[in-house]
């Protein structure tokens, strides 16, 4: 995914976790105050990829239990495809970015897979970093991840 739709996916997500937004219309207007024109085909395309439904109370992500998924998509393919919005390599290790909230399952979906390339993760409320032994190593996992991306 383009670096600039993961970013203005993630201000989305940003935007809705702040406050509730009614409409498109709405969201589009809240976007453009943030500095990012956006048409009403990518906005929707956005909030479908992102998983939003609108309800009463505005946008929001719909119930994993309603999102039909493969059986033989891993849990971390899941976590990436659910919450990851960059990575960023940083010489042995990796910073990922997710929406608020997001890092605590997908640290815990890469501590899963158990990567011998993975020394560790480390999670905050939107930021995981994860680290590797060696730039090598880390090349390898980010190459993985990025692999997941539309799993």
Not at 108 to 115: C, G, I, L, N, P
């Amino acid at each position: 995914m383009p670096a600039h739709k993961r970013f203005r996916q993630g201000q989305i997500l940003k935007v809705l976790a702040a406050e509730p937004v009614a409409s498109q219309d709405e969201l589009r207007r809240q976007l453009i105050h943030l500095g990012l024109r956006v048409t009403q085909a990518t906005l929707s395309r956005d909030l479908r990829e992102l998983h939003l439904v609108k309800t009463t109370e505005g946008y929001k992500p719909l119930s994993s239990a309603a999102v039909k998924e493969s059986p033989v998509v891993s849990r971390l393919a899941r976590a990436v495809n659910s919450f990851l919005l960059d990575i960023r390599p940083a010489q042995n290790m990796l910073v990922l970015k997710t929406p608020p909230g997001g890092a605590q399952p997908l640290a815990a979906a890469v501590d899963s897979e158990r990567w011998k390339e993975v020394a560790g993760t480390l999670a905050g409320d939107d930021t995981v970093l994860i680290i590797t032994p060696s730039m090598k190593a880390r090349a390898s996992v980010q190459k993985r991840i990025e692999e997941m991306v539309g799993e």
